[in-house]
């Protein structure tokens, strides 16, 4: 109830009303019905007014004088509702925006895409009353023609599940309708664990977004971010309350940890205030693992600086620190209140982290497949588009397998020996993207794809990336690798690639194979 309160005070007149969009059976007339009972507005559904002003539903007037009389009738009644001066919260049928008006409507407001999966949008809604829903294909395909529309139009886009989402998510719309003038997108994070917000767009950071409120704000930040970037006055953050640590994967030590987690503590930090995450993958993983253990838990924002960090490692709650041992052997899950992505912060990145980061792109596309690959490899790099697609395949991932159970395991492509070439090398020799490169490479092999092999070598070398390691040799990574922390039952799983798009964990790789592997990577 506290999150529902908190969202009565201010409907931002600036960006309009909360514009709910979206398939077939994604529930719009009940989110729009929780908003507005948690504003204390009116509920404005277009379905439910061409059905007043009809005399009779929807169905039987489709039925009646055809898809053409409809689509008219509706856009006259959309436009009408999108247009009233007290218009807070709007629910529009599915195939409102197939009009040009009423999409161009919709730039005064901010619209929110509730994202319903085929499979279960059938389920709600397919084999009824509604004409455009009696057929099993047609229903498939009005959703895949749809569905780049509702993309196309939306600042906010919420997956459709078993929880009262809308309710939980409000908050964080209100927010970005205050952030309007920044161009903001909201994407919604699920895990089992919880939800969260991450709001994507430049600006951002000069904006001074920041979520949640309440509490007290501490930042935890790279020292070249704290001072190249500054920390936003927007945040209400004073220089007590900053704590700057070192850059680079060596930093991230239990006694960093213990420093950090004393800083929190001398400054007063309690347990109903924010730890911010101000920089890279490093100082994300630190202070999220001192955030999850500090008074046993307290919440964290993350604010990705770098590459690597906006596609990949600012999302999906894993935190910790390194041993000397091998990488991230103590840490915890703990999924972060908010991440605020604003590319703009790349703009200060030297091109060698900016290039590191540029693996984590490539290796997220294989998984991804599809569109996002298709424009990698005809040599997109690290555009908005790029990155905002990065960020939602990792969320989609771990959305379905939050604690590496399965699914999960996919984003450790590359990794394996990536990470043991970072034990192996001391964490200083490679930034944690270069090391990765060379895992994919070697991943490949390992998959017998050596056409994609080549391709994916050619679009690393491209940015620079090294395909062979040196400063250690074979059976330092070999030792290394075996003390993977995904190692179970005497032997270490490796992802492989089929195809772009049919990536898959869980392999036993040969011991002969995997020593060639590592050998031809050495440099």
């Not at 307290?298 to 990488?327: E, H, M, N």
């Not at 070439?421 to 895992?439: D, F, L, N, S």
């Not at 040969?510 to 020593?515: C, I, K, P």
């Amino acid at each position: 109830m506290e999150e529902v309160a908190r969202a009565r005070s201010p409907v931002s007149n600036a960006a309009g009303a909360l514009v709910f969009v979206g398939f077939m059976g994604a529930g719009k007339s009940t989110a729009v019905r929780t908003a507005a009972a948690a504003l204390g507005v009116e509920a404005l559904d277009s379905d439910r007014e061409l059905e007043r002003q009809f005399g009779e539903t929807i169905e039987s007037f489709f039925d009646r004088e055809g898809e053409a009389a409809f689509r008219a009738r509706e856009e006259e009644v959309v436009l009408e509702l999108l247009g009233r001066a007290d218009a807070r919260a709007v629910a529009l049928g599915g195939g409102a925006i197939l009009s040009e008006r009423v999409r161009e409507a919709l730039r005064g407001h901010t619209v929110v895409h509730l994202d319903i999966e085929i499979e279960r949008a059938w389920q709600r809604a397919g084999g009824r009353s509604r004409p455009l829903a009696r057929d099993r294909d047609r229903f498939e395909e009005l959703a895949r023609e749809r569905g780049e529309l509702y993309a196309s139009v939306a600042d906010a886009h919420i997956p459709v599940g078993e929880r009262d989402v809308v309710r939980h998510a409000l908050p964080a719309l209100l927010a970005l309708s205050e952030a309007a003038g920044a161009g903001a997108q909201l994407v919604w994070a699920s895990a089992a664990s919880g939800d969260y917000p991450v709001f994507f767009g430049r600006g951002l950071l000069e904006h001074g977004l920041m979520f949640p409120t309440g509490g007290e704000r501490f930042v935890v930040a790279d020292e070249n971010v704290a001072r190249e970037l500054a920390v936003p006055p927007g945040w209400g953050v004073n220089r007590e309350r900053v704590l700057a640590v070192a850059t680079g994967e060596a930093q991230k030590t239990l006694a960093r940890a213990e420093a950090v987690l004393s800083g929190l503590a001398r400054a007063g930090a309690a347990g109903d205030d924010l730890v911010i995450a101000y920089g890279g993958g490093v100082v994300g993983d630190l202070a999220g693992f001192c955030a999850a253990v500090y008074q046993r838990g307290v919440a964290w924002a993350g604010v990705p600086t770098t590459l690597v960090a906006q596609v990949d490692s600012a999302y999906g709650g894993k935190t910790g620190v390194d041993l000397p041992q091998a990488k991230n052997y103590v840490g915890a899950y703990h999924q972060p209140a908010a991440v605020v992505t604003d590319p703009q912060a790349l703009a200060t990145l030297p091109e060698a982290e900016r290039a590191a980061g540029y693996a984590e792109v490539v290796k997220t596309a294989l998984i991804a497949g599809g569109s996002l690959w298709a424009r990698v490899r005809r040599g997109a790099q690290d555009d908005d588009d790029v990155i905002l697609d990065c960020l939602r395949t990792k969320l989609a991932v771990v959305a379905a397998d939050e604690r590496d159970g399965g699914r999960r395991q996919v984003l450790n492509l590359g990794h394996t020996i990536g990470h043991a070439i970072e034990v192996a090398t001391g964490y200083e020799r490679y930034r944690h993207g270069e090391a990765i490169a060379i895992g994919l490479v070697c991943a490949l092999r390992l998959s017998g794809r050596e056409a994609l092999r080549s391709e994916v070598a050619e679009l690393l070398s491209a940015r620079g990336l090294p395909l062979r390691f040196e400063g250690a040799g074979v059976d330092d990574v070999l030792a290394a690798l075996e003390l993977d922390k995904k190692r179970r039952g005497g032997s270490v799983p490796f992802v492989l690639v089929e195809a772009p798009g049919a990536v898959t964990h869980g392999h036993s790789v040969d011991a002969g194979e995997l020593r060639a592997a590592v050998e031809e990577a050495a440099a």
